[in-house]
Each structure stands twice: as C-alpha cells, then as structure tokens.
C-alpha cells in the first residue's frame, strides 16, 4: 500500500470513527444492536415498574451508603445478589432485576460471568469526562440523576484528560456547548462501548457521572467483562 493510500485509509477509518452512533429503543431486543460497527452506545428505554421502585425505595430508605463489587455467574446471580442486599422481601424484586441483567449481559455476549458494582452515590463518582478501557460495560441508574455523554460528531478527542482547566465539570475544549451534552433517564439501561472493543480505539463513548443534588441518592450498577 502507498503512502498516500494508507493515509486515506486512515481518514477515512477517524471519519467512520467520528460518524459513530447511538440506537435507543423501548424494547430488550434493542441491546442487540451493539454489535453494529458504527455504534458505540445503546439505550433500551424500559418501562417503569411499580414494584420493582417499591423495592428500590425500600433499599434506600435503609442505607445512607453501599458498594459492593461482586463476580458472579448467571446461573448463582439471584441467590447472590439477594444475599447481598440484605435477603429480605422487600428488596426482591430489585434483586431479581439485577439478577435477570446479569443473565441478559452475559447471554448477549457469551460470558461465563460478569463483574457487578453496585453503589448508592451522593456525589459524583467520576465527575470529568472520559472513556473506558473495557470493552463495553452496562450502566443503568435505579433511581437518581443518570449518566452524561458525548455525542462522537461534537467532541474534540485531543481534549480528553487534558487537566489544565478551571472546573472540573467544564472541560476546556473538548466540547463546545453546554448544550452538546447528553443525559441518560433513570432506569435506562445502557451499553455503553470503550476502548477495548475490537475496532473501536479512539472511539469509546465519552461520558461522565452526574452531579448529585444535596440530599439527593443515587443507585448505580454497572456490569463488565471479567477474564
């Protein structure tokens, strides 16, 4: 190959990079489309539930702070993470959601076990924006303000963690509105692309972790690849 044609490959390839999407649907099968080349985020929209918000109140009313880093399987995941929540009635229905994530992550991306945090915040747990050094991990907010992120098109790439500015929030030419920034919904469950999916180097989704009002708790779980 010329230099000159492998420099056209190479623009080509940021262009597709730069062109890179997000698919949001209502329905589970949507998570599907993660495999698609030029996606690097996707957002089922779930319905509410009652019961399961029920459950969500009852863990929170009982807890100012929790984190707990589990590695489970999909087979071991209810009786796991129903442990883990205090194995009462009252928060079944939570753990029988995470629980059924699990299963769904791991099916969709034919692992044997997935990594689970799940963490009440009243602060932000990274506040700057950046990408991830995973493959692609899921994150859905239970109750609270929800993930931020980036549109691929509006984002100068050269700009992340660059420090040298004067709030932390505000990160100083990587974009160029307020207004470029995005929000995820409560109980969206995303999947959400970085850096070690294969092709995707310089195009993982660039989001952050909101800021949480004061008195205000966040539940956050995330799911990821383990080896």
């Not at 009852?58 to 995941?77: G, H, M, Q, V």
């Amino acid at each position: 190959m010329s230099a000159l044609a492998a420099e056209s490959h190479e623009e080509q390839a940021l262009e597709e990079q730069v062109q890179s999407k997000f698919i949001v649907g209502q329905t589970l099968d949507v998570l599907t489309e993660v495999y698609q080349q030029d996606t690097n985020m996707v957002v089922w929209q779930r319905d509410s539930d009652e019961v399961l918000q029920q459950a969500i109140d009852a863990f929170l009313s009982e807890r100012d702070s929790y984190k707990r880093n589990i590695a489970l399987t999909p087979e071991l995941a209810l009786d796991t993470i129903h442990k883990a929540l205090g194995n009462t009635d009252d928060v079944f229905a939570l753990s029988q959601n995470i629980a059924e994530l699990v299963e769904m992550f791991c099916c969709l991306f034919e692992l044997e076990r997935a990594g689970l945090r799940l963490t009440i915040l009243d602060s932000a747990m990274c506040p700057r924006f950046h990408v991830d050094r995973v493959p692609c991990r899921l994150v859905t907010t239970y109750k609270g303000v929800a993930t931020q992120w980036l549109p691929h098109s509006l984002i100068n790439r050269s700009a992340l963690g660059v420090r040298a500015v004067k709030d932390a929030q505000d990160q100083s030419g990587l974009y160029q509105s307020k207004e470029n920034i995005q929000q995820l919904t409560e109980g969206d469950v995303a999947l959400l692309k970085g850096e070690l999916w294969p092709g995707n180097e310089n195009a993982g989704l660039v989001h952050r972790s909101p800021a949480v009002g004061v008195g205000e708790k966040r539940l956050l779980l995330t799911l990821d690849f383990l080896d």
